[in-house]
């Protein structure tokens, strides 16, 4: 009896762990979808969101539904969750926040991966979970959140290495956002260490053929794959590397770049920037001392450095780019929390940076807080109900970041013109049948005469088909 015991203790600790992994994980993207639900957003949030959720109706990249690379799979889920919602919107948010309740889960398993350590793991996770923009991102029909998941995934599987987890996970998140072939590929290379030449190349042709299988619908919904390069080309040329890179606009753009990395993983960690630079330190001091192997070092190097090199030196449009990263950064915080110096102090800092980040996304008035996302959706909610009061056919709307909304909420407006606020002026000419011009987009300078109706922003003008209006934004 006392030998039986001795075989199956051992067997039954391990089962026990791996049960309560599973119960915490599951716990943790339960939390993860109850903190995000609740809070969703009724309207499109901005262009892209739009961009997605004309997707949902009709895919062609080649109109900007949704705009290149594509997005497949992203839109794919959400054409899917729409049978069930009818609302593209709510459709795609749906998708959205099972992503980041999936990338919470990852920042979880990373701990105990990486470090062994339950409590690195639920803190990583929880820092994760209660990150100000990562939160945002998980109430609109935006795909970052999915850089998070996959990015975490990749991480996971290259650490160990499993290689094939790791092809597996990049080619599939790569249907999701393409961008990730470039900012994880490095890390993907890293975790085929392990492998035979033919072994590297079985699963070189296995990323080349999971690619395939998001590129191919996406170019044959797109006109073909000519068609679909050629869009593709054009807006990397002109709405990246144009608009954006160093390498086009000089070290003017790569100050600009710099800046907005920084602003966008401090907004990305708050309050939990502290114990992530404690961690950065303490993870120094530990691969120095031997006490951690100093391809950990590596490995978070090949994480983070080639999205910031990218960011820096080509392009950064929104602060849920750093999600591809913010994973490993959320690591590193639930590390640095975990060198304090008792469990009481590690429980009630973590509590304590939880609900700081809350209090942040809550009460701090912001684009990318709930205030922020709900004085947007108000805003958007009440110019459309006072752009019902002109009839489509004789009104003229006039839009800059609304054009693509208006687009989806509003067809019947076929008299819709977009002002581009990067250029100097846009001069519209008035057409026949119109008595109406509706300058819909707060902000946007309206003609001469015109008049605010509501308090949103919306002004009206009466105008003559002939007249030229400019508008100069």
């Known amino acids: 009896m006392g030998g039986l015991a001795a075989e199956v203790g051992p067997l039954r600790r391990p089962l026990a762990g791996v049960k309560a992994d599973l119960g915490a994980a599951a716990g943790l993207g339960l939390l993860t979808l109850a903190s995000r639900v609740p809070l969703w957003r009724d309207y499109l949030f901005n262009w892209d969101a739009a961009n997605f959720a004309l997707a949902v109706l009709h895919f062609d990249v080649r109109e900007h539904r949704p705009h290149p690379p594509g997005y497949f799979y992203y839109v794919a889920l959400g054409r899917l969750a729409n049978l069930w919602l009818n609302d593209p919107n709510r459709s795609l948010i749906l998708v959205s926040t099972l992503l980041s309740g999936g990338a919470v889960v990852a920042a979880y398993l990373l701990g105990r991966v990486v470090f062994r350590d339950r409590a690195v793991g639920l803190a990583s996770a929880l820092l994760l979970l209660s990150s100000v923009t990562f939160w945002a991102y998980g109430l609109v029909a935006l795909a970052y959140p999915a850089l998070a998941l996959f990015g975490g995934l990749v991480g996971l599987a290259a650490v160990r290495p499993y290689p094939l987890l790791a092809t597996l996970a990049l080619g599939v998140g790569s249907g999701f956002r393409p961008d990730l072939v470039l900012l994880l590929g490095p890390l993907w290379l890293w975790s085929l260490r392990g492998l035979s030449w033919l072994g590297r190349a079985g ?271």
């Open 203 to 473: 699963l070189v042709l296995l990323l080349g053929f999971l690619v395939l299988c998001w590129l191919s619908p996406t170019a044959a919904l797109s006109g073909g794959l000519f068609e679909y390069l050629q869009a593709l080309r054009g807006y990397l040329d002109e709405d990246v590397w144009q608009r954006y890179a160093p390498g086009a606009r000089g070290p003017a753009a790569l100050a600009v770049n710099l800046r907005d990395t920084a602003a966008y993983v401090f907004y990305g960690l708050y309050f939990a920037v502290i114990p992530t630079a404690l961690g950065l330190i303490q993870l120094a001091r530990d691969i120095a001392g031997r006490r951690l192997d100093p391809a950990v070092g590596l490995w978070l190097g090949l994480w983070v450095g080639p999205p910031l090199a990218f960011y820096t030196l080509v392009h950064i449009g929104d602060p849920g780019y750093v999600f591809s990263f913010l994973p490993a950064l959320a690591l590193v915080g639930g590390y640095g929390l975990r060198g304090l110096s008792s469990q009481w102090a590690f429980g009630a800092a973590l509590l304590g940076l939880v609900v700081l980040n809350g209090v942040v996304f809550f009460f701090h008035p912001r684009v990318l807080t709930y205030p922020g996302l709900v004085a947007a959706d108000v805003s958007l909610a009440e110019r459309l109900d006072l752009l019902d009061r002109f009839p489509p056919k004789s009104t003229l709307v006039v839009a800059a970041e609304s054009y693509r909304a208006l687009q989806f909420y509003r067809p019947g407006y076929q008299n819709l013109v977009w002002v581009d606020r990067r250029l100097e002026e846009t001069a519209v000419t008035v057409p026949a049948g119109v008595g109406w011009v509706v300058v819909f987009d707060p902000g946007l300078p309206g003609p001469p005469g015109a008049e605010r109706v509501g308090s949103a922003g919306l002004r009206v003008v009466s105008a003559r088909p002939g007249d030229v209006l400019v508008f100069r934004p």
